[in-house]
T-cell receptor, first 112, second 113 residues
Framework: DAKTTQPTSMDCAEGRAANLPCNHS???????VYWYRQIHSQGPQYIIH???NNETNEMASLIITEDRKSSTLILPHATLRDTAVYYC?????????????FGQGTILTVHP | NAGVTQTPKFRVLKTGQSMTLLCAQD?????MYWYRQDPGMGLRLIHY???????AKGEVPDGYNVSRLKKQNFLLGLESAAPSQTSVYFC????????????FGPGTRLTVL
């Protein structure tokens, strides 16, 4: 699975969009980009994933660059409840018995 | 639909004691996982199961055993607890197939004295 690089921490004002970057320059053609988050003392929560195209769901949008070497998770209207550690994970679908490798992630703090 | 549940939420053990952590999911998922998370570290896979009656070792299996007698349940056992097993334990499940979308339980905080 490709290595990912994320900023250690980011801040965002409540109500504004939070844009979390992830670099995955060694990504292979069959690898997906997954985003999870972990709110303090809770289990990780799946947010979104994508292969090539941009994706959107009720929680967030995922923008993947054309060369697929980086991506951005967008929380369109951040709230205090979005304060969490956000993990970007790159993984080929259905391989390695589905083991997810969580790195250090980005600590997102949403301020009032 | 409760998703993934874990029992108990908290537990304190003395060194050498044994216990079993229970994970249950009501989503009919084939795959189930046990992870541990230590302060300042990412999740590490202990054991996993790809179906009822099957289990396999993950990255850090030593000191743990697991069983998957029913599809919806995945048990993690500590036969002789050690202080190094003080951690937060998370269970997860996912549907069989190409997607690696996993659904996690709320965690069990275990302290071994």
């Amino acid at each position: 699975d490709a290595k990912t690089t994320q900023p250690t921490s980011m801040d965002c004002a409540e109500g504004r969009a939070a844009n979390l970057p992830c670099n995955h320059s060694t990504i292979s053609g069959n690898e997906y980009v997954y985003w999870y988050r972990q709110i303090h003392s809770q289990g990780p929560q799946y947010i979104i994933h994508g292969l090539k195209n941009n994706e959107t769901n009720e929680m967030a949008s995922l923008i993947i660059t054309e060369d697929r070497k980086s991506s951005t998770l967008i929380l369109p209207h951040a709230t205090l409840r979005d304060t969490a550690v956000y993990y970007c994970i790159v993984k080929a679908g259905g391989t390695s018995y589905g083991k997810l490798t969580f790195g250090q992630g980005t600590i997102l703090t949403v301020h009032p | 639909n409760a998703g993934v549940t874990q029992t108990p939420k908290f537990r304190v053990l003395k060194t050498g004691q044994s216990m079993t952590l229970l994970c249950a999911q009501d989503m009919n998922h084939e795959y189930m996982y046990w992870y541990r998370q230590d302060p300042g570290m990412g999740l590490r896979l202990i054991h996993y199961s790809v179906g009822e009656g099957t289990t396999a070792k993950g990255e850090v299996p030593d000191g743990y055993n697991v069983s998957r007698l029913k599809k919806q349940n995945f048990l993690l056992g500590l036969e002789s607890a050690a202080p190094s097993q003080t951690s937060v334990y998370f269970c997860a499940s996912r549907i069989q197939g190409r997607s690696d979308t996993q659904y996690f339980g709320p965690g069990t905080r275990l302290t071994v004295l």
